[in-house]
C-alpha cells in the first residue's frame, strides 16, 4: 500500500497515536466502529462505541477490544463469529504537532482481513483477526496427522490375497 510523505511521517512519529475506523462482521453482519468520535467515511457512518484497537501487525494479525454486551458474549462463546467474518482496519493519523487532529478522509486501509478467535473475559471481548490472504492456509485445523490416524501400527496382521503379512516398524 502506498503512503504520501505526510502520511508516512504521522504514522511513524513517536508523538502520535494513530486513530482507528474498524468494519467488524462480528455479529454476522458488518458493524462500524471509530477509536475516536463518531465518524463519517466512504459511506459507512463509524460508532465510538468502546472499541480499542489493541494491536495491528502488518500482513499478521490484528487485536481489537470490545465492551462484552450481552448479545456479544452469547456470540463469542456459541461460535457465531466463525466462518470467514470479515474484518478491515483503517488508520487515521494525527498531525505530529496536535493529539487531536484527525482528518477522517486521510483514513488509509492498514488491515484486511477475517475473524480468527473471539474470546470473553470481564467486561472486555478480545478478538484477533487474520490477514484474508492467509486464513485460508490455516483452514481445516486438524490436530492430528491424517496419515498416522489410518496407518495400522506395528505389529498388526494385515490379511491379504490369500497371504498375512505382520507389519514391522522401520528400523
Not at 3 to 18: D, E, N
Not at 118 to 123: D, F, G, K, R, T
Not at 133 to 159: D, H, K, M, Q, W
Amino acid at each position: 500500500m502506498d503512503l504520501t510523505t505526510q502520511q508516512f511521517s504521522r504514522v511513524t512519529s513517536g508523538a502520535t497515536k494513530p486513530a482507528y475506523l474498524v468494519q467488524l462482521e462480528h455479529a454476522g453482519f458488518l458493524e462500524y466502529f471509530a477509536t475516536i468520535e463518531d465518524s463519517y467515511y466512504d459511506g459507512n457512518s463509524y460508532l465510538a462505541d468502546g472499541i480499542e484497537v489493541a494491536d495491528v501487525r502488518d500482513q499478521v494479525s490484528a487485536s481489537i477490544d470490545l465492551f462484552a454486551t450481552p448479545t456479544r458474549i452469547m456470540q463469542s462463546i456459541s461460535g457465531s463469529w466463525r466462518n470467514g467474518k470479515r474484518c478491515k482496519i483503517y488508520a487515521i493519523p494525527s498531525s505530529p504537532d496536535s493529539v487531536s487532529d484527525y482528518i477522517v478522509s486521510e483514513a488509509f486501509l492498514v488491515f484486511d482481513g477475517v475473524l480468527d478467535s473471539s474470546a470473553w473475559s470481564n467486561s472486555r471481548i478480545r478478538i484477533t483477526a487474520i490477514p484474508k490472504t492467509t486464513s485460508s492456509l490455516y483452514t481445516p485445523r486438524n490436530t492430528f496427522s491424517e496419515i498416522s490416524a489410518i496407518l495400522p501400527s506395528p505389529g498388526a496382521v494385515v490379511n491379504w490375497e490369500g497371504g498375512t503379512i505382520v507389519l514391522q516398524a522401520r528400523t
